[in-house]
């Protein structure tokens, strides 16, 4: 993550994703971190970290306009 943020001069991201790695990494580097909470594609627990949780990808333009 780190690396792909220097190399790229991205000064602010959030970080998208469905796994507690996902939530980790993003917060490891400063990133807001999405939380796509899928049924069926998690266990128990492992977004609870994430800034915010959606449910469907197509609720993510929904976090841009807050």
Same mark, same amino acid.
Not at 26 to 31: I, P, T, Y
Not at 57 to 63: A, N
């Given at each position: 993550?780190?690396?792909?943020? #220097?190399?790229?001069?991205?000064?602010?991201?959030?970080?998208?994703?469905?796994?507690?790695? #996902? $939530?980790?990494?993003?917060?490891?580097?400063?990133? @807001? $971190? $999405?939380?796509?909470?899928? /049924?069926? @594609?998690?266990? +128990?627990? +492992?977004?609870?970290?994430?800034?915010? %949780?959606?449910?469907? @990808? %197509? #609720?993510?333009?929904?976090?841009?306009? /807050?």
């Amino acid at each position: 993550m780190r690396q792909l943020l #220097d190399k790229h001069g991205i000064a602010n991201a959030w970080m998208v994703g469905d796994r507690s790695s #996902d $939530v980790e990494a993003g917060h490891a580097n400063g990133l @807001f $971190v $999405v939380g796509c909470d899928y /049924a069926g @594609f998690r266990k +128990e627990g +492992e977004l609870d970290q994430a800034d915010v %949780r959606i449910a469907d @990808f %197509r #609720d993510l333009p929904t976090l841009l306009e /807050a």
